[in-house]
């Protein structure tokens, strides 16, 4: 899965069996086919490719037309696409004035990379582009031991659960999407014409415990929905008390790698 987080949109070779040295030869080693893919960016585009690769992709900054021209630049060229917010801002009643911080709020959309690999090159390979041109091999081996991508391969794996959900369910990949607003993020809201389900997903190296079944039930509460199933997604198992949970209850659903293997 964690080649898919990397590669997706690629030709690579697949007969690696360590992620780092696929990286070393099909993209350090590879360095000036790669630039060459992206030669005609703007270094504006290129620099925005980067901030949104490793923020939480907001489209806040759409009224700078610096910002605009940029990310109208990274869209035309496929390499972004735009994720809808679901936030919707209150309706005061009649006579009513809503309170200023409310009005201010600006509703964000937020981008998607169109292929993992496009976000994995900006974060960490377009930044240092001219650097990787040069690197020797112990260079190169420094820089595979820099990449932490525990935490960036969160959001890949957010997007395969959600696919998953699309495939497990039966409904359109349209009707799921992640819900946030300015005090509350859901990592999956599926909301189908028959059924809502809320769910969280952690891709993290230990198990994960009831706290974040709480903690979705929860912020689903705080956006006023009433879920028909809660999903928990784990790279690294559930508790004890999770899954004796899930076994006496048909409305909240425990997901591990093992179960991703039908789409994968």
Known sequence: MEFYFVFEGLDFSTHYSELKEAINYEILGKITELKALFANLSKDASSLAHKLALSNRSLKGLKDPRFRKAFNELKSAGIIKVEKSLETKPTPLFGEKLKREIRRHLISDKAHFSKNFYRFYFAFIAPKIEQISEFSDKDKEQFLSSLKLERFFCLPFELVCADFLSHKLGVMRSSISSYWDKDCEIDILVQSSSFCLA?????????????????????????????????????????????????????????????FKDIL
């Open 199 to 259: 769910a969280e997903v952690k891709y993290k190296e230990h198990i994960v415990s009831k706290k974040l079944l709480n903690e979705l039930v929860a912020k689903c509460e705080k956006i006023g929905i009433k879920p028909d199933f809660y999903a928990l997604f784990s790279k690294s198992g559930f508790s004890g008390e999770l899954i004796n949970l899930a076994k006496k209850n048909p409305k909240l659903l425990l997901f591990e790698l093992n179960d």
